[in-house]
């Protein structure tokens, strides 16, 4: 293992420097600070995201009748409370756009990444403080810009998240200019922002790895982040690429994308979906992560089959590069290219089987402990297996001629990225909540949380499937404009009044963040009787994380072993027969 | 809440709802023995005092078994839906002796070209219409689709048709509906402010229908 990189600020002692306000909460180099930053940030956007969607699923619900509060948009969004339909547009591409870029994405990969990858290898610190400070620093403008978009003439760019050109490249076909023009500029600094977390992450799980973090005893959670930062730094640059490009087609009579002047349509789904499959990766496996650390903890159980479950993480990694065309099987490329790659995407089942399989095969005959991180990870694992079913029929190039661009990818989508990965977000914030404020989180408003959003997520996005099934298209701001769509409207209705609960119930988890924040129950080192070295150290952490270097004696996952008495075997705990790891075991201060 | 498919009325519609039922039947089963499994599992060993959960770290013949079952239903699945595809969107698929259509779309509606008596397209008797299509039951036909201005798709449910039309590269579409009647034409694909009233509307005629129907369209219908 490689001994340097140490990061300066931390060599020598870990008790609190006296660091002003500024340098300590706002500027901050401490990798925790920064993961709670990030926190805030994506817990915002998270919820403007569901706000804009409640504005859809009005306009779904009750076509062209004003909506409640609609007075005070202008009218050049909604005269008279009506929704015009290019702001429905914008509703949808900002919905979208919010929720991947600065909600999901963020809460999974900079908060967990940040505060977890070092606390979990036994690290005093990222790699590279200052630059992850860069990153966190880079990614407020992206997102004052992203919002900006609502204010500017012309309105925000409408052509989807995933920005089709030739309409995202010429204002001629929608009227938007600058709203499209910042939205990409803000995509672009973004994604520098993941870039240097990306490279930060590596270097940290390579490098910085405490005595005894051998590969094979790092968390899933870990394993996870790793290859998901591997996958951010290749394909993030890809999205930036494009996206200037498109700017420039946008601005500077460029035609890279414009069939008229030469260009290539083709070639932006290609370029985008070459980053936006990855990308999906890079938006569940770090949920699969952690709901592996969570089930492994509630069920008090070894993780079954730890081996086969970071091949399966790896597996899925290297797959998600090579399907990105099933996103296009309708598009009008070469159909001898589609079954090509139905067939990769079919092939993304087995792992993805191997790990349902095996979070279940870790719950068998466990003594599962129902905490609130508990019922949000079974949660996913019954959300995602939906998830992955339903894509089954997506993965069908054949049938995707009938559902491609209907309500049934939106149900798909709605599965794996609120049913996948929001509901492992929601596990991993309250079950690393205690460590990150040293207060716990009132499990009965966590309870009362979970249990609304679980059933109206899923009276929500469940019915979606048979509007597929019935040919709605998505997408569309007036389905009654169409004969054949009017008997799905009572569905339309429903699942709008579904929504509107839904997002309603998150209030809960608001109130349970906040109040626990204030005067939760104070938490002691290891309130959840876990085995990972984040355990080890006090609730929260101070800075630089430890007083001596952890030493790591075990895999991550021994519940219940029978070699000692209680039903936890932390992997820092020494037993008698345990040797001391290699001194050059990781970070070099050992 | 409805799992059946709207009626198909085209040659090639039974063939991609029937890998949608097997699908559907499989996934089906999978989903019931899965959540189900799920569920037991979080009834039966709830966590009871005084107990402790059985040490086991895996077990690879299980881990072999439930890679191997998926496995072998996705291949299967994957070829059929591979043989299928070839049948109606291969680029040798457009049935010889097809009645060919121009169409152009464009923000926001559609312009079919219709081939004239003489049932051959660029000769004096074509006649263009805005938002309507005719075409004959129990014929190929097939769709030379162009997009003026940015990426629209052809969709009928119906039919079980849909195909994106990308400015610069254009479609070919073919089908043969199976019965008459009249059925809506969508845009599939976001196409800006009014993509969401991009409609036309298929009317299925007769063959007998369809050749008085042709006859009383003269020429001068191309005026929109």
């Not at chain 1, 790699?127 to 966190?136: D, E, G």
């Not at chain 1, 004052?144 to 030739?166: I, K, N, Q, R």
């Not at chain 1, 430890?546 to 705990?573: A, C, I, M, N």
């Not at chain 2, 152009?104 to 070209?113: D, G, L, V």
Request: aromatic share 14%; glycine share 10%.
């Amino acid at each position: 293992m490689a001994t340097s990189a140490v990061p300066l600020e931390h060599s020598g002692h870990a008790e609190a420097h006296e660091l002003s306000f500024i340098r300590k909460y706002i500027f901050s180099t401490d990798h925790k600070i920064i993961g709670i930053q990030f926190l805030l940030f994506s817990l915002v956007f998270l919820l403007v995201g569901g706000i804009l969607a409640t504005m859809m699923r009005w306009q779904l619900g009750f076509p062209n009748e004003p909506m409640p509060g609609g007075g005070l948009f202008p009218e050049t969004m909604a005269p008279g409370g009506i929704l015009l339909p290019e702001f429905y547009n914008s509703l949808v591409t900002m919905h979208g756009t919010l929720m991947v870029f600065f909600a999901i994405m963020p809460l999974l990969v900079g908060v967990f990444g940040n505060y977890l990858i070092p606390l979990k290898i036994g690290a005093p610190d990222m790699a590279f403080p200052r630059l992850n400070m860069a990153s966190f620093w880079i990614a407020v403008p992206a997102g004052l810009l992203m919002v900006a978009g609502f204010f500017v003439e012309g309105g925000h760019a409408g052509a989807g998240w995933t920005a089709y050109a030739p309409l995202s490249a010429d204002p001629e076909w929608t009227g938007v200019h600058a709203g499209q023009q910042l939205w990409l500029l803000s995509l672009a600094i973004i994604g520098l922002s993941s870039i240097l977390g990306a490279t930060n992450y590596i270097t940290t799980v390579v490098n910085l790895r405490a005595p005894g973090m051998t590969w094979f005893r790092l968390p899933l959670s870990i394993w996870a982040l790793f290859i998901t930062s591997i996958l951010v730094l290749l394909a993030i640059p890809i999205l930036s690429g494009a996206a200037i490009m498109l700017y420039f087609d946008q601005t500077i009579g460029t035609h890279f994308f414009d069939a008229t002047d030469g260009g290539q349509p083709l070639l932006w789904q290609h370029l985008f979906w070459y980053f936006g499959h990855p990308e999906v990766y890079i938006l569940i496996l770090p949920a699969m992560g952690f709901v592996s650390d969570i089930i492994a903890n509630g069920s008090r159980k070894p993780v079954f089959g730890y081996d086969t479950m970071v091949w399966a993480i790896v597996s899925i990694g290297f797959l998600g590069w090579v399907v990105w065309g099933h996103h296009m099987f309708q598009s009008g490329m070469n159909p001898t290219l589609g079954t090509v790659f139905m067939i990769s995407t079919f092939f993304i089942a087995v792992p993805s089987a191997i790990k349902v399989f095996n979070w279940m095969g870790t719950m068998w005959r466990g003594n599962i402990r129902f905490h609130v991180p508990m019922l949000h990870a079974v949660a996913f694992v019954a959300m995602f297996v939906i998830g992955g079913l339903s894509g089954v029929f997506m993965a069908s190039n054949t049938f995707d001629i009938y559902i491609h661009d209907t309500y049934f990818i939106v149900a798909h989508i709605h599965y794996v990225l609120f049913g996948g990965s929001l509901f492992a977000i929601f596990g991993a914030i309250t079950f690393w909540y205690p460590k990150m404020f040293g207060k716990m989180m009132s499990p009965l408003l966590g309870k009362i949380h979970f249990w609304l959003t679980f059933v109206f997520f899923n009276l929500a996005f469940f019915p979606m499937h048979s509007l597929g099934i019935g040919g709605h298209m998505r997408r569309i701001y007036d389905p009654t404009q169409y004969e054949f769509l009017q008997p799905l409207q009572p569905i339309n209705k429903f699942i709008s009044i579904s929504v509107f609960i839904l997002v309603a119930s998150q209030i809960f988890f608001a109130i349970a963040f906040i109040m626990g924040w204030f005067n939760g129950e104070k938490a002691g080192e290891n309130p959840w009787e876990d085995n990972g070295l984040e355990w080890s150290t006090p609730s929260p952490p101070p800075h630089g994380n430890w007083e001596k270097t952890p030493h790591v004696y075990r895999g991550p996952y021994e519940f219940s072993s029978p070699l000692v008495e209680e039903d936890y075997l932390p992997q820092f705990k020494k037993l008698d027969g345990d040797s001391e790891p290699a001194a050059a075991g990781g970070n070099g201060r050992g | 809440m409805s799992w059946i498919l709207p009626e198909g009325i085209s040659t090639f519609a039974a063939d991609i709802d029937l890998i949608y039922y097997w699908i559907l039947v499989i996934t089906g089963i999978v989903f019931v023995v899965v959540e189900g499994g799920l569920l037991w599992f979080v009834i039966k060993y709830r966590a009871r005092p005084g107990r402790k959960a059985y040490y086991i770290q895996g077990n690879t013949k299980a881990e072999i078994i439930w890679s191997a079952i998926p496995a072998v239903t996705v291949v299967f699945i994957g070829l059929w839906s591979a043989i299928i595809w070839d049948d109606i969107k291969g680029r040798d698929s457009v049935p010889e002796g097809s009645l060919a259509y121009d169409v152009r779309a464009e923000q926001f509606e559609w312009h079919f070209t219709h081939a004239g008596v003489d049932g051959t397209l660029g000769t004096a008797d074509d006649f263009q219409l805005r938002n309507q299509l005719h075409v004959p039951v129990n014929q190929p036909v097939v769709l030379n689709a162009t997009a003026e201005d940015v990426i629209h798709a052809f969709f009928v449910p119906a039919l079980r048709v849909k195909q994106d039309i990308v400015p610069g590269l254009g479609a070919v579409i073919w089908f043969e509906a199976t019965s008459t009647g009249e059925y809506e034409i969508a845009c599939a694909e976001l196409c800006g402010m009014g993509h969401y009233r991009m409609r036309a509307m298929l009317t299925i005629h007769t063959q007998e229908e369809y050749s008085q129907w042709l006859a009383s369209q003269s020429p001068v219908a191309t005026a929109e």
